[in-house]
C-alpha cells in the first residue's frame, strides 16, 4: 500500500507521547532498528500473552517477519517505549488495513455485518507483561485511532477476534467502545466505529 510505504519513508506522523499514570511514553512506527528490543520483547512476553497474541512462534523469527514487513505490505506497527529506554519495548500495537477473505471479512458476513474494506481496520494490542493492568494499553488507543484515520479507517475490529478465555481483553475491549457481533471458529468479533472528532 503506498500510504505504508510513505510512513516507512517517514514515520514521523506517528510519533507522539502517552502518559499511563505518571510514566511517558514515546509512541512511533516499528523501525528495521527495532529487531533486537522486538526480540526480547516478544520472548519475554508469558506464555498467556504468548498464546493470545501471535501464538506460539520463535521471538527471533516473528521479529524479523515483522521487521520484514515494515512499509511492504498491509500492516502498520505502533510500539511504546519509555524516552530513556529507546531499547526496551514495552507495548505494540498490530494495525492491518486489509481484509483477506477466509478471515474477518468471512466472519463478520456470517455475523451479519458487511465490513466496508475501504474504512475497516484490523487491530491487535499487546502490552509487556510487567505493564498490563496499569492502563499503557489504554494510553495507546488514541495514537492507534490516528493512524488509522490517518488511512482514513472508522471501522475497528480485532485481528483474529478475542479468545472467548481472554477476560481481561474482552473487558479491555468493552470499556473502550467495542461491542461483540459473534463468536465463530473458537473466536469472539468485536468491532467499533472510531467517532469523527475525538480521537478515544
Ligand atoms: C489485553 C491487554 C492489551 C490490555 O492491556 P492493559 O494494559 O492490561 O490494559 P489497561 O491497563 O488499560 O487496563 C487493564 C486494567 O488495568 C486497570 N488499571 C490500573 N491502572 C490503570 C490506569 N492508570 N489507567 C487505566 N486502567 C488502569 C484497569 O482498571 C483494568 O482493570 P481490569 O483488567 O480489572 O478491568 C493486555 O492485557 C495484553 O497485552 N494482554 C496480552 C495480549 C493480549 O491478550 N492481547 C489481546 C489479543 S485479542
Known amino acids: 500500500m503506498p500510504q505504508l510505504a510513505a510512513l516507512a519513508a517517514d514515520p514521523s506522523p506517528l510519533t507522539g507521547q ?20 522486538l526480540t526480547s520483547f516478544l520472548a519475554n512476553l508469558s506464555a ?10 520463535d521471538a527471533a523469527d516473528e521479529s524479523a517477519r515483522l521487521i520484514e514487513a515494515i512499509g511492504r505490505y498491509d ?54 507483561d510487567a505493564w498490563q493492568g496499569r492502563g499503557l494499553a489504554a494510553a495507546l488507543l488514541p ?4 493512524a488509522a484515520r490517518l488511512l482514513s479507517r472508522d471501522c475497528v475490529v480485532l485481528y483474529g477476534g478475542v479468545d472467548p478465555a481472554n477476560h481481561r481483553a474482552r473487558r ?10 459473534g463468536r465463530d471458529d473458537g473466536v469472539v468479533d468485536m468491532m467499533r466505529y472510531l467517532p469523527v472528532t475525538s480521537p478515544t
Request: proline share 8%; charged share 20%; glycine share 8%.
Open 18 to 37: 502517552v502518559s499511563a499514570g505518571d510514566t511517558i511514553f514515546t509512541v512511533r512506527a516499528l523501525l528495521p532498528s527495532d529487531a533486537g528490543p
Open 48 to 57: 498467556t500473552s504468548r498464546r493470545y497474541w501471535h501464538g506460539e512462534t
Open 75 to 128: 500492516k502498520l506497527r505502533l510500539v511504546a517505549h519509555r524516552p530513556e529506554h529507546p531499547n526496551e519495548l514495552d507495548g505494540l500495537i498490530d494495525l492491518s488495513f486489509s481484509l483477506p477473505d477466509g478471515y474477518e471479512i468471512t466472519r463478520f458476513a456470517a455475523h451479519g455485518v458487511a465490513l466496508d474494506p475501504e474504512r475497516t481496520v484490523r487491530f491487535g494490542p499487546c502490552v509487556s
Open 143 to 146: 495514537p492507534a485511532w490516528s
Open 172 to 181: 479491555f475491549y468493552a470499556r473502550h467502545g467495542f461491542t461483540e457481533v
